[in-house]
């Protein structure tokens, strides 16, 4: 691909969480990108997707369209396994006639939490829930396919400027409690959206494929999440470790879902920095523009 200018569709580049700061770091690697909403074309309609290929010509295609109502899903299956397993293999059927790479994100939420130590890529998966279980499947319809070049990044407790997310629901409550209760038994990757928007660039010029896990470096809590974020915007709140059980959910989450990172590091040179640096820098920087 040496000479030739990468062109990229970014499904869900318009207002996604991970779709914009996506589109901005592959236009800072190079790429022309064309990020899409629903206004542009329907990604569930192969007719328009073909078009779209067709018409663009991209060398990629990024797909961050996803549900994501963990709880929600538990009430609406085939709405999450319509999005979540049948649009990427949708996508990546039109992705293989049309010669295309295709990079679709799923979730920690693939596995059960019962390793005790971070997951590589290889490690059994068993989702306890409809979200995962639709995310998972969605990994398998496209691993099905004939499409040896395809990347799916596994990535987990995404937060980041342009939408609500965990950390800014924290600030938002903290602003206004002397004490808030967080669950402290659930331990995972707490993941930078620009941090995985500029892995993903990086990785799309790269020969690495198959699943690779892409997340914050280290491990953390939400109790220990929310503390730090808390902490960085020097708000007086403090924030207390409570068990799950203590915050009933519909959906079951894994108790530890850490994600191991070094096919992640090999194919770019370096590890994920820690997650603590990257909420530091969210709050400091970015944080209010999402609140």
Known sequence: MSG???????????????GRPLTEALTRTGFAVW??????????????VDKALAGYRPTHLFNTVAY????KAEDEPEAAYHLNRDLPALLATACRRAGVRFV??????????????????E????????YGASKLAGEEAILNQDLPDCQILRTAWLYGPGKKNFVTTILG????????????????????????????????VTQTSGIIHAAGGGQ?????????????????CRVLPIPSDAYP???????????????????????PRPWREAVRDYVTGLAPSAS
Request: with cysteine.
């Open 4 to 18: 030739e200018t990468r062109r990229a569709i970014v499904l869900g580049g318009i207002n996604g969480l991970l």
């Open 35 to 48: 990020p899409t909403g629903r206004s542009e074309f329907d990604p569930c309609d192969p007719v328009a």
């Open 68 to 71: 994501t109502a963990v709880d």
């Open 104 to 121: 679709q994100y799923s979730t920690d939420f693939v596995f059960d939490g019962k390793k005790g130590s971070p997951y590589r890529e």
């Open 123 to 130: 490690d059994p998966t068993h989702p306890e829930s409809v």
């Open 173 to 204: 409550l903290a602003r206004d409690r002397a004490e808030l209760p967080v669950v402290a038994d659930q331990i995972g990757s707490p993941t930078f959206t620009l941090d995985l928007a500029g892995w993903s660039a990086e990785l799309a």
């Open 220 to 236: 953390a809590s939400w109790c220990e999440l929310a503390a730090e974020a808390v902490a960085a915007a020097k708000l007086p």
């Open 249 to 271: 959910q519909q959906a079951k989450r894994p108790s530890y879902s850490v994600l191991d990172t070094g096919k992640l590091a090999r194919a770019i040179g370096r590890a």
